[in-house]
């Protein structure tokens, strides 16, 4: 584990010394595994440690990478990944042992898992690009610290990331604080794992 976001003002640590903390299951808000670059075997690796992570409701996890590949080598990555058994692909009960969003810095990317709507009603994960931002690294880290903000917000309620009063411009509630209020998507880009 790389990174673990936990509620200290809750949940006081177990045990901690230097970097040794353990905690109980209901202080962990996210999990964090930093890459520093990707490639099939490091992407199915990765995929085996978030599968090993013990079940913890309402814990997001995260994978962040410094030197990522492009979002098309992401989708071959996972669809690639060998899975035991009969069933050779991902499904809803293996998909949520992924990670819950995948952000990709030097190709400016920030993956969360979603609905992909095109040929089919598929399951995977999709990523927003918008006018202002676009191939920028700074856009991908952005919307990684707002996912980070607004998911620990809702657990613990501390307002990190302050409703605006201005027109939403017809986002449903998900959206709002999401980084997409107000700003023009050009496009979407998404990776379909497997049918709905």
Do not use: C
């Given at each position: 584990m790389d990174i673990v976001l936990y509620d200290r003002h809750r949940h006081a640590p177990v045990y901690r010394l230097h970097d040794i903390v353990i905690l109980r299951p209901?202080?962990?808000?996210?999990?964090?595994?930093?890459?520093?670059?990707?490639?099939?075997?490091?992407?199915?690796?990765?995929?085996?440690?978030?599968?090993?992570?013990?079940?913890i409701p309402h814990v997001q996890t995260h994978l962040f990478i410094y030197d990522a590949k492009s979002i098309d080598s992401i989708g071959s990555y996972l669809r690639s990944f060998p899975h035991e058994g009969e069933w050779k692909s991902f499904d809803h009960d293996t998909f949520e042992m992924l990670p819950d969003y995948v952000t990709g810095i030097d190709e400016s990317y920030h993956l969360g898992k979603s609905a992909v709507i095109h040929d089919s009603d598929d399951v995977g994960y999709a990523s927003w690009f918008y006018e202002d931002a676009a191939g920028t690294q700074i856009s991908a880290l952005q919307l990684f610290l707002e996912s980070i903000y607004r998911h620990i917000d809702g657990r613990i309620g501390t307002q990190l990331i302050q409703p605006q009063t201005q027109d939403t411009g017809g986002l449903n509630p998900e959206e709002q604080g999401s980084g997409r209020r107000n700003r023009r998507t050009t496009h979407i880009h998404a990776i379909s794992l497997f049918p709905m």
């Amino acid at each position: 584990m790389d990174i673990v976001l936990y509620d200290r003002h809750r949940h006081a640590p177990v045990y901690r010394l230097h970097d040794i903390v353990i905690l109980r299951p209901e202080a962990v808000l996210s999990i964090i595994e930093v890459k520093t670059t990707i490639n099939k075997s490091i992407m199915h690796d990765a995929v085996r440690y978030f599968r090993r992570l013990p079940y913890i409701p309402h814990v997001q996890t995260h994978l962040f990478i410094y030197d990522a590949k492009s979002i098309d080598s992401i989708g071959s990555y996972l669809r690639s990944f060998p899975h035991e058994g009969e069933w050779k692909s991902f499904d809803h009960d293996t998909f949520e042992m992924l990670p819950d969003y995948v952000t990709g810095i030097d190709e400016s990317y920030h993956l969360g898992k979603s609905a992909v709507i095109h040929d089919s009603d598929d399951v995977g994960y999709a990523s927003w690009f918008y006018e202002d931002a676009a191939g920028t690294q700074i856009s991908a880290l952005q919307l990684f610290l707002e996912s980070i903000y607004r998911h620990i917000d809702g657990r613990i309620g501390t307002q990190l990331i302050q409703p605006q009063t201005q027109d939403t411009g017809g986002l449903n509630p998900e959206e709002q604080g999401s980084g997409r209020r107000n700003r023009r998507t050009t496009h979407i880009h998404a990776i379909s794992l497997f049918p709905m």
